[in-house]
């Protein structure tokens, strides 16, 4: 059973416009959601992650919206670049409670000039 | 410089050959993790450690085995019993001071002949 699904499994989007990739997950328990970024051939790195007290967060053209009654979370790429051309996986966790994370299947991001 | 290394970055399997992924922290982190990463199936848990000499499955742990004998090392093997072992494995850690953030290695691809 996927705890975390993830839509769309790939993007296409113009240099400058927005990105946006969607996560929605099951167990009410989860309290932490982070997004990875993954180059080819790289281990996944992280991008931007937020805690389920609040509905936004930011950081530089990187946003990720919250929406805890829905369970979805998303993350939102302003001014998209071609080098913002990866996979990105969104992520939840249970903190204190457990070690595990929980992976969405990946959006592949294609950003043309 | 602090990271995962993992080695080697390319591995060739033989029929009925047992492979052994190498995986080595110097981030003095608690917590290591193998993930394998397919194509559309984003990452899944093989095994997990908390604490040396002490390790958990995860989702698909079957044909596969994890030792943890020091901190700083948990390479993972991959048993003839695993009889669709061509992906690529993420090895990763977290400590307990940093406790959100996941931390991964550069991957190695298997692959069978």
């Known amino acids: 059973q996927q705890q975390v699904k993830q839509s769309p499994q790939s993007l296409i989007v113009q240099k400058g416009g927005i990105s946006i990739i969607n996560c929605a997950y099951e167990n009410t328990a989860f309290d932490y959601f982070p997004w990875y970024q993954q180059f080819p051939g790289k281990g996944p790195a992280l991008l931007i992650a937020?805690?389920?007290?609040?509905s936004e967060k930011k950081e530089g053209r990187f946003t990720i919206s919250f929406n805890k009654s829905a369970k979805q979370f998303s993350l939102h790429i302003m001014d998209s670049q071609p080098g913002d051309s990866a996979t990105y996986f969104c992520a939840a966790s249970l903190i204190y409670t457990g070690n595990q994370f929980y992976f969405g299947t990946g959006t592949s991001l294609t950003v043309i000039p | 410089d602090g990271g995962i290394t993992q080695s080697p970055k390319y591995l060739f399997r033989k029929e009925g050959q047992n492979v052994t992924l190498s995986c080595e922290q110097n981030?003095?982190?608690?917590?290591m993790y193998w993930y394998r990463q397919d194509p559309g199936q984003g990452l899944r848990l093989i095994y997990y450690s908390q604490i040396v000499n002490d390790f958990q499955k995860g989702d698909i742990a079957e044909g596969y085995s994890v030792s943890r004998e020091k901190k700083e090392s948990f390479p993972l093997t991959v048993t003839s019993a695993q009889k669709n072992p061509t992906a690529f494995y993420l090895c990763?850690?977290?400590?307990?001071?940093?406790?959100?953030?996941?931390?991964f290695g550069s991957g190695t691809q298997l692959s069978v002949l």
């Open positions: 990763a850690s977290k400590g307990v001071a940093t406790n959100e953030k996941l931390f």
């Open positions: 937020i805690r389920p007290d609040v």
């Open positions: 981030l003095n982190h608690d917590a």
